[in-house]
């Protein structure tokens, strides 16, 4: 072996072995956990052969390869499939005679006043124009649904069939960078990041062209080596689920599986090879669970032999045995170093707000050629499968005092620049910490969008959220299939649905805050442009090169991999209609080698003080500002001009969880509505968006600014009826036949929306219903609160802060939904239980009075009563969540239900004393109306 070879295989163990860290404003320094060897020896073969950094097939000359795109007929990698004009038709119709007659009630209810009862008519009327303003921005924008298909087989023959250019079938598909995000592991347990990351690691994309990052924003040894102990098991269980095409791949999903795990199965050993992945997944599972006390106790061995030494060296040095020996309680790593991150006792530099950065490859990229194991291999036989696995990296972005390190967003960012450096991928896939692949082609098929023609000017691609762990009844709308189903079907027919914050495919261009590609612009400027890289300057005619480090940062690596990531995320030019590609054959050439310096630049780009003074979460990245990071990210791109896509699978391609319990859920919608209000007080607002954002668009990014203002206008509506009760009085003066006609015309129209809604979408019925349902539930509650927090904020500069929700399964192995009966109290359910109450109360006093009355008004009661029914309705999933399980009803709901009645009735007592008359003289029988 010469000395060349030698110095190369031990740089590469450097690099997959050690740990690298960057301090506080200081050089980075990497800390060698294994000892460095060269002998002859090979390594596992995911870490030993991937240092293939060169092209070995004898056609390529290192700067692309080209087919002739005329071998190739032209095949679309998607189509847009129109919703069927039986359907769309007659929704729009109905929408159009709606907004007509809600015009003409209006109208009218404004021109009829209630002169016995002014002010509840006035309130009436303000209500209902706010609602009827509400109602547009919510169904204008969905004028346009559409339906969308892909191709896989034309993906595969455009870039992974064999070619004369390309005998071994060496894929010709762009990188992917998937980004998976995680920040407490006590409220995420490491299991579910595990898991998560085993199924990225397993997808079905070419291995060499993944790369898997996750970002531990905790800083914690317990997700350290939780990640460490998954790319581990890794080797056993990505090569097993490409055996035998295992699908979900996520572990612990596939093993729950109901029915029979042998079917389609072909292979002759699946049941045994089963069987042993089963029994190591459960070793594997006993190892993550065990952490937390491998990790104390090794934590505390360690700590007291420190303490013998200082001991020692105080005996030593004759001093005062009497004082007790006061030594830090660190955390350990295994290698009997300090662990650079947070310790499980906080001390100076090791708390979760003040650390280093660190970064470690857990697995190094592989080589770009398949890898088949051997019979003996492992434990399973996988002689004719490729072994290789993706490239793994840990990051822990540096935390320091004094800085604001702006939550996901902050941690995304970080990401994307170490990345840049280490992968480059020009597609980036990002991922919460408990949702997984659950379809092992999602990237292929966000693909067919990214790389079909016209495709270079779409920024990201949006998969819809798919949730496990829900109830059957789906209580909460939990599902939130109205949603994904129905408003994001219906903006892919406009610009593009919003980023909702995790199964998203991003151009990794489009992040860098540059505009959409204009080819003609650009051929004009440069004729090969077409099929070349381009500089900063023709990327954006208002950054020179001398601008870079004030956009990006003082990285050199990352200002120089920008437009290789554009390049190399273009379509292909195989067709004379696309006026903006690259050649075929460009991706064919292995990436480089990773070296030390390379790893310590990305290092160096994790740091807290990196995007001083730079546009990262101003323009390049994810947006700082707001809690809801994602909504702005994505305007902040179809405000310049991009467009993004909705991509439905027939297999979902993504999975998570998603709170099933009362409080959580209504905490979780805090947390977006407060974005949302967030969004409408700052220049994010879609009021102040450029002519590049189109009409409907604008439309519907005003909606989300503005539905968290609805409570303040259902919160009066729903306590309408009850003042109608207690009063005697009507939002009208008599229930006439326009009133009524007006009411029936549109309460028909709404129905039949709603079930042509339901035919386009794919939804049910009974979504709809529980859509509805949580509307009002959460309108006048989380909805509420978010407003008052965002005026608080606006006007008075209180923060707002929100709670991390929680990933963690429910503890009661018995019972999966046990969480949904849990009850917690949250001062979120007092408006709803005030709202139920004081209808409830005013049902039955007006009821009783006008029994009792000489001359019963049954119109007006049955007017009120008919739309106090309506809000209790509406509430019945609110009060099925109070009850708990088995009418295990928490105290304070009593008290607080108590209270609000007693209150009640001595202020209408207060208000409308009885007669002194009344009281002398004996009360009328009770007679039937």
Request: with cysteine; net charge neutral; charged share 20%.
């Amino acid at each position: 072996m010469d000395s060349s070879s030698v110095a190369a295989k031990a740089e590469e163990q450097y690099v997959s072995n050690s740990l690298f860290t960057g301090g506080f404003n200081s050089v980075t320094r990497a800390h060698l956990m294994d000892k460095v060897t060269d002998s002859d020896s090979c390594p596992p073969d995911h870490v030993a052969r991937g240092k293939a950094g060169y092209c070995q097939m004898p056609v390529c000359d290192g700067a692309g390869m080209k087919d002739d795109p005329a071998d190739k007929p032209f095949k679309p990698l998607s189509r847009i499939i129109p919703i069927p004009s039986g359907i769309i038709s007659p929704y729009r119709l109905l929408i159009v005679i709606r907004l007509v007659f809600l015009g003409l009630f209006l109208a009218w209810r404004v021109k009829n006043p209630n002169e016995e009862a002014v002010w509840l008519w006035l309130m009436s009327v303000i209500c209902e124009i706010w609602f009827a303003f509400s109602w547009l921005l919510d169904i204008i924008p969905k004028i346009c649904p559409i339906n969308r298909s892909t191709d896989l087989h034309a993906l595969r023959e455009k870039f992974e069939l064999p070619s004369p250019s390309n005998p071994t079938g060496r894929s010709d598909l762009p990188g992917v960078d998937l980004f998976v995000s995680t920040a407490d592991p006590e409220k995420e347990p490491p299991l579910v990041t595990a898991n998560t990351i085993l199924s990225i690691l397993s997808v079905d994309y070419p291995v060499e062209k993944v790369a898997c990052y996750v970002s531990d924003d905790g800083g914690a040894l317990l997700t350290f080596e939780a990640m460490a102990e998954a790319a581990s098991f890794a080797e056993l269980w990505v090569p097993f689920c490409r055996k035998h095409d295992i699908e979900p791949r996520n572990p612990e999903t596939y093993f729950s599986l109901k029915g029979d795990p042998t079917k389609n199965k072909l292979q002759p050993d699946f049941v045994k090879d089963r069987r042993k992945i089963k029994r190591e997944y459960d070793e594997f599972k006993v190892r993550i669970n065990g952490l937390p006390d491998s990790i104390r106790r090794r934590s505390d061995a360690f700590n007291a032999r420190e303490e013998m030494k200082m001991m020692k060296q105080m005996r030593d040095s004759g001093g005062d045995r009497s004082e007790p020996i006061r030594a830090q309680k660190a955390t350990w790593m295994a290698d009997g170093t300090h662990w650079p991150g947070t310790w499980v006792v906080p001390a100076g530099e090791h708390a979760k707000g003040d650390h280093a950065g660190i970064l470690q490859v857990m697995l190094k990229p592989p080589p770009p050629d398949p890898i088949l194991g051997t019979p003996d291999d492992k434990l399973l036989d996988f002689s004719e499968t490729d072994i290789r696995l993706p490239m793994f990296v840990y990051v822990s972005r540096e935390k320091r005092p004094g800085y604001d390190h702006n939550k996901k967003a902050g941690a995304m960012n970080a990401l994307v620049r170490s990345s840049a450096i280490l992968s480059n991928g020009p597609f980036i896939l990002n991922l919460d910490c408990d949702h997984y692949i659950y379809n092992c082609k999602a990237i292929r098929e966000g693909m067919c969008f990214m790389l079909d023609r016209g495709g270079e000017d779409i920024c990201y691609i949006q998969f819809p959220q798919r949730f496990e762990g829900i109830d059957p009844s789906d209580r909460y709308a939990n599902r939130n299939n109205v949603f994904f189903d129905g408003n994001m079907r219906a903006l892919d027919g406009l610009q593009g649905p919003v980023y909702v914050g995790t199964g998203t495919m991003f151009r990794r261009f489009a992040l860098y805050g540059f505009d959409p590609p204009n080819p003609d612009r650009i051929a004009n400027s440069n004729k090969d442009s077409e099929t070349q890289a381009l500089t900063s300057s023709e990327l954006d005619p208002e950054l020179d090169v001398n601008l870079l480090p004030k956009r990006f940062g003082n990285s050199t690596m990352l200002s120089e991999s920008i437009p290789i990531a554009e390049y190399q995320g273009r379509p292909l030019a195989d067709h004379p209609a696309v006026k903006y590609g690259r050649p075929p054959g460009a991706l064919r050439v292995p990436r480089e080698p990773l070296d030390s310096s390379i790893v310590a630049e990305a290092v160096s780009v994790i740091s807290c003080w990196y995007e001083d003074k730079t546009e990262w979460g101003g323009r390049v990245g994810w947006i700082y500002g707001s809690v809801t990071e994602d909504v702005v990210t994505g305007y902040r791109m179809h405000n310049r001009g991009w467009r993004s896509v909705y991509c439905i699978t027939k297999r979902d391609s993504f999975r998570g969880s998603a709170p099933i319990n009362l409080t959580d859920r209504l905490h979780q919608v805090l947390r977006w509505a407060t974005g949302s209000v967030e969004i409408f007080f700052s220049r994010n607002n879609a009021f102040l968006g450029t002519r590049r954002l189109k009409l409907l668009q604008r439309l519907a990014y005003i909606n989300v600014g503005i539905y968290p203002f609805t409570s303040l206008f259902l919160i009066m509506y729903c306590f309408l009826p009850a003042l109608s009760l207690f009063s005697g009085q009507f939002i009208v003066q008599t229930l006439s036949i326009t009133f009524l006609i007006y009411l029936l015309i549109m309460t028909l129209c709404l129905i039949f929306l709603a079930i042509l809604e339901v035919k386009w979408s794919g939804i049910e019925l009974e979504e709809w219903w529980r859509n509805e349902q949580f509307w009002l539930i959460s309108g006048t509650s989380s909805h509420l609160a978010a407003v008052i927090q965002g005026l608080l904020k606006v006007i008075a500069g209180i923060e707002i802060s929100f709670t991390l929700t929680s990933k963690s399964a429910s503890e009661d192995e018995d019972d999966v939904f046990a969480e949904l009966y849990l009850v917690k109290w949250s001062s979120l359910m007092l408006p709803p239980i005030v709202i139920a109450m004081v209808n409830i109360i005013a049902v039955c006093y007006a009821f009783a009075r006008t029994i009792y009355s000489s001359v019963p008004s049954w119109s007006k009661f049955l007017g009120g009563a008919f739309f106090s029914f309506w809000v209790l309705a509406h509430l019945y999933p609110f009060a099925k969540g109070l009850m708990g399980r088995r009418r295990k009803t928490p105290t304070i709901v009593f008290v607080w239900s108590g209270l609000i009645a007693i209150t009640i009735s001595l202020l209408y007592i207060a208000i409308n004393p009885p007669s002194v008359s009344s009281q002398g003289s004996g009360g009328t029988g009770f007679t039937f109306p």
